[in-house]
C-alpha cells in the first residue's frame, strides 16, 4: 500500500486529494494547522485504519518534525508528500504588513523547506518517492494587488524546478500543480461568477479536477515527469490578454 502525507489537508483541494487518493487504496496522513471533527469523523467511518489526522501548523519546523515521527510510528515512511498548506492576501506591496508578509511566505514557501528537511532523507533511504507542490497560475503571472502571494507561488514553482533537477538521482520526481481560481474558502462566492465569466470554459475550478492532476503527479502514471509546473486553468492562461 502506498502511502502520502498531503498538508492543508482538512478542506478544499487537499481534502478532495485525501479523498480521491484513499479511495484509491492509498494510506493517507493528512496534516493541516485546523480541525474538523465532522469531517474526520464521516472519514475514519470509511477509511479507519487508512487515514491518520496529525494537527500540524506546517510553518513551524518543531511542528513538522513531530508530524514525521507520527508518521514513523502509524506506517513507517511516506512514498509521496504533497505540499498543499497555504494562505492567500491581497492588497498593494507598500501597504502589507511585516506579519502578513512572514505568514504567507512561511506557509506557502517555507514549509516546503520543512518537509523537505525531514522527509526527504527517508525517501532517498527507501529509493524514491514523489513530491507535488500546489502551486497557482498566480506563481507563472501576475495578478493586479496580490504581489505577495505571486511571489510566494512563483518561489514555489522554481523551487519545484531546482528540487527535481537535484533528487532526479535519488529517483524522486517533483511536480506541481498550478490552478487558477478554485472553488475553496480563499475564492468568496460573490467573486466565482467573475471567475467563471473569464474562464474560456464558462467555469469556476473544482477541488477534484485539481486532485485528480495530484494523482497523476504522485503516481506511476506520471512516471516521466520530472520539474514539470502543471497549469489546471480550463486555458485561462492560453490567452494573450487581447481584446475579444
Known sequence: MNRILITGAISGIGLASSILFLQRGWKVIMADKNTDSEIMSQIEENFEKQVLFV???????GEVKNLHQKILSFCGRVDCVVNNAGVITHGLLHEASEKIWDEV??????????TSK???PDMIENGGGTIVNTASIS????????????????????????????????????????????????????????????????RICEPEEVAKAI??????????????????????????????
Open 55 to 61: 494537527k500540524t501548523d506546517v510553518s513551524k519546523e
Open 105 to 114: 511566505m512561511n506557509t506557502d514557501v517555507k514549509a516546503i523547506y520543512y
Open 118 to 120: 525531514f522527509f526527504i
Open 139 to 202: 506563481g507563472l503571472a501576475g495578478d493586479y494587488k496580490m504581489p505577495i502571494y505571486n511571489a510566494a507561488k512563483g518561489a514555489v514553482v522554481n523551487l519545484t524546478r531546482a528540487m527535481a533537477l537535484d533528487y532526479a538521482e535519488y529517483n524522486i520526481r517533483v511536480n506541481s500543480v498550478c490552478p487558477s481560481a478554485v472553488r475553496t474558502k480563499f475564492v468568496s462566492p460573490n467573486n466565482i461568477p467573475k471567475h467563471a465569466a473569464a474562464n474560456p470554459l464558462k
Open 215 to 244: 494523482y497523476f503527479l504522485a503516481s506511476n502514471e506520471s512516471s516521466y515527469c520530472n520539474g514539470v509546473n502543471l497549469p489546471i486553468t480550463g486555458g485561462l492562461d492560453a490567452h494573450t490578454g487581447q481584446p475579444k
